[in-house]
């Protein structure tokens, strides 16, 4: 248990002192059991999957090239489970992202997202009927609780607090946000503009002050976000933080240059993991870095209600184990 827990501090370490990879975005798999009427996905070719050993072997040749993390995409990732669980005992910490309806298989020291749009029925408008009612009913079976993530588009942007209340209500880690991004030249998206995205980010800082600290929202993410804040610090590919540090990689192996596609609009860019990323260590900010830990540490409650130990990065490196 040492092994992994020292790799996930390396992991931090290399984000808060270096600018060094640490981290492989993979497509496990170009297959997906949905046809969600608003995902990138569907828009663009896909080459060949690599066959399960094919897979593994190029995992473990991204973990000796010194990468310690990763996030699992898709099409679906349920779709694979040998794979899955492969990554979580190959990297020191993996995240999984899935739509929930083939429950949620094991997954070595790793933390599953589920990934829902909105209420029953707008979520199921989106992503098919019936999807949502699967969804919910796999998470009160979850060996531990996933946490939910919720892509903002206009599709759905008038559903976020009954969203979130439904979400509480179950037996979630926390809810996590990110916002459309379009790809490049696609003016009949429903990404929102960045005026409407404004303010939106300000309801969800309201949210957060109202449901606690599982409306993993922060105000230094915000920051990232705002018009008139920091996103025209990034939101191009050269300045993207999470492009230097992650390396993204097809269903066959060979890169591309983001989780979103190669055709992604860094213009209208609404990525929760730049925005996570930047509010944590652009300046240091310990709030965002416990949200940041709820994602490496799969054990670890983000929220301030947890009766459990907290693990807090302070700027010069140190660590401080405090009981919440």
Known sequence: MMIPFFGKLVILSKWLFTNQPTTAAIDVTHRCNLHCSHCYWWKQGHPRELNDQEMI????????????????????????PDVCRAAGEIFDATLAFTNGTNGFPELPNGQWILSLDGPESVNDALRGKGVYEQAVQHVQHAASPPLVHMTISRLNRNCVEDFIKEMLALPIKGTGFSFFTPNVGEDDSPALTLEERDSIVEELLRLRARYGDKVGFTRAMARQLKSNGAFREWNEYARCPVSRRVR?????????????????????????????????FNPVDLETIRLIFGLVFPGFLPHRKSKRISFHLHPNGTAEATRL
């Open 57 to 80: 072997r190029h995992m473990r040749s991204l973990r000796a090239s010194g990468l310690r993390a990763a996030i699992l995409y898709g099409g679906e990732p349920t779709l694979r």
């Open 248 to 280: 993204c990689y097809q269903s066959d192996g060979t890169r591309k240059a983001c989780t979103y596609g190669n055709d992604a609009d860094c213009s209208r860019c609404g990525c929760a993991a730049v925005v996570a990323f930047r509010g944590a």
